[in-house]
């Protein structure tokens, strides 16, 4: 049997919007080509902030932490038209990947 966490989950998972190729492409990626793939923001995680910055529409987001991008272009996706993203990563590997996908 599940339990509560489990079911909830579960139903976000199936009431949220599904991810595009390139949010997709850059999962696969990162589970491929890195030594932490479970610091990947993900599917939930990535719904949420496009919802927020959507609800928001702010005209800047700066991002501290960007790992291989998921979470950035999910933001991007609520910017204002002429909205802009900041992001920094320290570890230039992860930031190179973020920028192929940007």
């Known amino acids: ?20 190729k390139l949010l997709k492409d850059i999962e696969r990626y990162t589970h491929l080509h890195t030594l932490a793939p479970r610091m990947l923001s993900g599917h939930l995680q990535g719904a949420f902030l496009t919802m927020i910055t959507k609800m928001v529409e702010p005209k800047v987001i700066l991002e501290i932490g960007t790992f291989t991008g998921y979470s950035g272009l999910c933001m991007a996706h609520g910017l204002a038209n002429d909205g802009k993203l900041i992001t920094i ?8 990947i973020a920028q192929d996908f940007f």
């Open 1 to 20: 049997m599940q339990d509560k966490t489990t079911e909830l989950h579960d139903y976000c998972e199936q009431h949220s919007f599904l991810p595009d």
């Open 89 to 96: 990563e320290y570890d230039k590997e992860n930031a190179a």
